[in-house]
């Protein structure tokens, strides 16, 4: 065999191990294993008002599972219209991901220093109105809530692991969110739960 073949095939079987992993697989995050409040409203409405800007430091459109698409899922896994008139109407109204970067220690001496390069701070807001007639009315109730969580990364993370550490903090952010929903739904719509199973 040439030597030219040779490299060829030792190209062809090294080749794989040059290539990237492939991506992450990252479980649904879905609100299932709550509770769902039966609410005596016709429909559950979501509006979204967050428009995210698509520039740094904002990277929610960058992440597995952005904030909003979160929230728009426990809404749907949540909530539940068992009545005959009246509507729900669910606001994103924050939902944010935002990148900093942080200053690293430059020259040679950062060459041997692994530190903490990033900070992602994920922001999200969303209320709970009920308008017993139409969504045209004044609303009769109102449940809100607000969560933030950050975390630092160290420099040299893998893509598959930033988008783990993207969505693990997603996670945790709107655990937070489902308490202080639940808690507050409890307390100010409780004239519209029928029931909660």
């Known amino acids: 065999m040439s030597l030219l073949k040779r490299l060829a095939l030792l190209a062809v079987v090294l080749l794989p191990a040059c290539a990237a992993p492939p991506p992450v697989q990252l479980p649904d995050m879905t609100f299932t294993d709550r509770p769902r409040f039966l609410l005596d409203v016709a429909d559950v409405q979501i509006v979204d008002q967050y428009q995210p800007p698509f520039r740094l430091p904002n990277i ?30 669910v606001t994103i109204k924050d939902a944010r991901v935002l990148e900093h970067s942080l200053r690293v220690t430059p020259g040679v001496q950062g060459v041997f220093t692994k530190e903490q390069a990033a900070r992602y701070e994920v922001i999200v807001e969303a209320s709970i109105e009920v308008r017993p007639g139409s969504a045209n009315m004044p609303s009769d109730a109102i449940a809100t809530a607000r969560a933030e969580r950050s975390r630092t990364v160290a ?17 945790g952010v709107m655990r937070d969110l489902d308490q202080q929903l639940d808690t507050n739904v409890r307390r100010f719509l409780v004239a519209y739960i029928r029931e909660i199973r």
């Open 155 to 171: 420099e040299g993370i893998s893509p598959n692991e930033l988008d783990r550490v993207h969505y693990e903090l997603i996670e």
């Open 60 to 89: 929610e459109h960058q992440v597995v599972v952005p904030p909003a698409r979160a929230i728009d899922r426990w809404a749907r896994d949540r909530l539940v219209p068992v009545g005959r008139s009246g509507v729900a109407i």
